[in-house]
């Protein structure tokens, strides 16, 4: 399984969306502004319920996770619109390729929104996927 490949999937579809809004790439050095929204996308890769395929490849699951950070106090439409886009986003285009693995997008989920940090109002996307080598 490429976890490497699965990422750039992934991560280049979200880079496809942003809008000019910057992103907070894992392990990539990003001090939020004070009153600019952005965005923030963590892979978690799932090897429990691994499932052989027909042709010998396995599947394995996992969730690309988004989350959108806006200033609190102006409400939640900017964040919901947001969050629409992403939604809409992954949910239009099922199937990514990177290399030689193929990720499925299984379901897209909004979670509920929380302040974190007293600065920021944050909205989460989950993009259930489903991928394999070929």
Known sequence: MSFKNI?????TRLNELTGGL???WENVNYT???????????????????ICM???NQSNPGIYRVDAFYPVGNGS????????QIFEHFKSQPILLAGTTTVWIRNVS????VVEETSWFMGSVNINFASYDN
């Not at 439409?77 to 629409?84: A, H, N, S, T, W």
């Not at 909004?110 to 929104?113: E, S």
């Open 77 to 84: 439409g900017l964040v919901l619109e947001k969050l629409d």
């Open 32 to 50: 939020p502004v004070a009153g600019r929204a952005w965005l923030r996308p963590t892979l978690i890769n799932s090897d429990s319920q691994t």
């Open 22 to 24: 910057p992103i907070a």
């Open 54 to 56: 027909g042709d010998g």
């Open 110 to 113: 909004v979670l509920p929104r």
């Open 7 to 11: 990422q750039l999937a992934l991560d």
